[in-house]
């Protein structure tokens, strides 16, 4: 999901299903990705990440999927549980340095 | 230790008042960062230092002032503040320059009357 205007997209799913959330990213000479989670009152937390010469990899119940042809990122979650609601962002590094620029964020909902 | 810590967690203050924020890792990393985030948004990138040295500063208006004193703490400085600039304020740090994961600290919220 994308950000539209002051709403973040949401994404309701039943506990125990797989999530799947998307990200499109903007500048194809990015090389580094990360997937934050972010809960209400906190500060956003390390997922996983990807470097531009992977297409693919995997972490504890996450995968992280990129496809530089269309510039798409996804974060799947497996048996999604309610500890798992949360706003999730993805984020590029677009330059040589350090910087990373965020997507708009989707909010995850699970329902018990 | 993987956190960073960040003080105070909830800040009110004046138009007219000065206030700083402080930010601290021990993780030995050399890069350190501010981000600001309003409501419903993404985190916004305001500055980076490192090596404890100020690399970049994203055209931030000047009444935000940042401080890096050794490589463990980061401080934003804060005068003259408009009621806009309430938001999170999140601070961050990584192992170095090169492509890194970020680690966030919780936030200063911070709330201009």
């Known amino acids: 999901g994308e950000s539209v205007g002051l709403h973040l997209p949401t994404l309701s799913v039943q506990e125990g299903d797989n999530s799947i959330i998307n990200c499109a990213y903007s500048n194809s000479a990015s090389d580094y990705f990360i997937w934050y989670k972010q809960e209400s009152g906190k500060g956003p937390q390390f997922i996983i990440d990807?470097?531009?010469?992977?297409d693919k990899r995997q972490g504890q119940r996450v995968t992280v999927l990129l496809n530089k042809t269309v510039k798409h990122l996804s974060l799947q979650i497996a048996a999604t549980q309610p500890g798992d609601s949360a706003v999730y962002f993805c984020a590029e590094n677009s330059n040589a340095g350090n910087m990373l620029t965020f997507g708009g964020g989707t909010r995850l909902m699970v329902k018990p | 230790d993987t956190e960073v810590t960040q003080t105070p967690k909830h800040l009110v203050m004046g138009m007219t008042n000065k206030k700083s924020l402080k930010c601290e890792q021990h993780?030995?990393?050399?890069?350190m960062y501010w981000y600001k985030q309003k409501a419903k948004k993404p985190p916004e990138l305001m500055f980076v230092?490192?090596?404890?040295?100020?690399?970049i500063n994203e055209s931030v208006p000047s009444r935000f002032s940042p401080e890096c004193p050794n490589s463990s703490l980061l401080n934003l400085h804060l005068h003259a503040l408009q009621p806009e600039d309430s938001a999170l304020y999140l601070c961050?740090?990584?192992?170095?320059?090169?492509?890194?994961?970020?680690?966030f600290g919780p936030g200063t919220r911070l709330t201009v009357t």
């Open positions: 993780m030995g990393h050399r890069a």
């Open positions: 961050a740090s990584s192992q170095g320059a090169a492509p890194y994961e970020q680690y």
């Open positions: 230092y490192s090596y404890e040295k100020l690399s």
């Open positions: 990807i470097r531009s010469n992977m």
